[in-house]
């Protein structure tokens, strides 16, 4: 099976309200990071998350590497927050990224 | 900060023929650059791991042969898609990593073969 789960798929917001993006690991994990990726493709990294909370403006990543599941809360949405969301998780000492499948957010006025 | 600089963007190739993109880290030392793929199902591969002075670790499905990369110094990367063809088509993504831990990615290199 996949050993990143990403949830929801998609979710659509009105603009303003928050997020919560979910991501799950079927085995132990060295590391994650989550990804915004861009509509022409490019990939921006949002957070290096290996456990605990993060924040950084109004996006909140939280890490439990025992739950083995990290979370975005993105909070008062903007239509700019559109885009896809991926999670990455990196297997002990391997330098190797597993991708999850992402969440399309749309943000509408 | 950090920045990673992909190129070419796009690339149209015909098929059978060979498309190179380059990756270069600005503002620190890329210890170790990673090549992903995603392809036009949105799904990721590793096509590779390139360390200064190691060995480029190939992952399984990807060669040397169809997939060289040359990785000179701490900032630049460079790889090649030999006689492309169509299930090469993708989003071509280098991947520095800054401290051994953050991985930036550049633009990416998109390949259409036609």
């Known amino acids: 099976g996949q050993q990143v789960q990403q949830s929801p798929t998609s979710l659509v917001l009105q603009e303003g309200e928050n997020a919560e993006l979910q991501c799950n690991f079927s085995t132990s994990l060295n590391s994650m990071q989550w990804f915004y990726q861009r509509p022409g493709g490019s990939l921006i990294s949002v957070f290096y998350n290996p456990s605990g909370t993060k924040q950084s403006g109004r996006l909140t990543s939280t890490t439990v590497i025992k739950e083995r599941r990290s979370s975005l809360h993105i909070s008062s949405s903007q239509i700019t927050d559109s885009g896809t969301y991926l999670c990455?998780?990196?297997?002990?000492?391997?330098?190797?990224?597993?991708f999850g499948d992402g969440t399309v957010l749309t943000v509408k006025p | 900060g950090a920045l990673v600089y992909q190129y070419p963007r796009r690339t149209i190739c015909k098929s059978g023929t060979s498309m190179r993109m380059e990756c270069q880290a600005v503002?620190?030392?890329?210890?170790?650059v990673a090549w992903y793929r995603q392809s036009p199902q949105k799904t990721f591969e590793l096509i590779a791991l390139?360390?200064?002075?190691?060995?480029?670790?190939?992952e399984q499905n990807f060669t040397q042969e169809k997939f060289p990369i040359s990785h000179p110094n701490l900032s630049f990367s460079s790889m090649t898609v030999l006689n492309a063809y169509l299930e090469d088509r993708g989003l071509y993504l280098c991947?520095?990593?800054?401290?051994?831990?953050?991985?930036?990615f550049g633009e990416g290199s998109r390949l259409i073969v036609v």
């Open positions: 991947g520095a990593y800054r401290d051994g831990n953050t991985l930036y």
């Open positions: 990455a998780m990196e297997l002990a000492n391997t330098g190797k990224l597993t």
């Open positions: 390139s360390t200064v002075n190691s060995a480029i670790k190939y």
């Open positions: 503002g620190f030392q890329a210890t170790s």
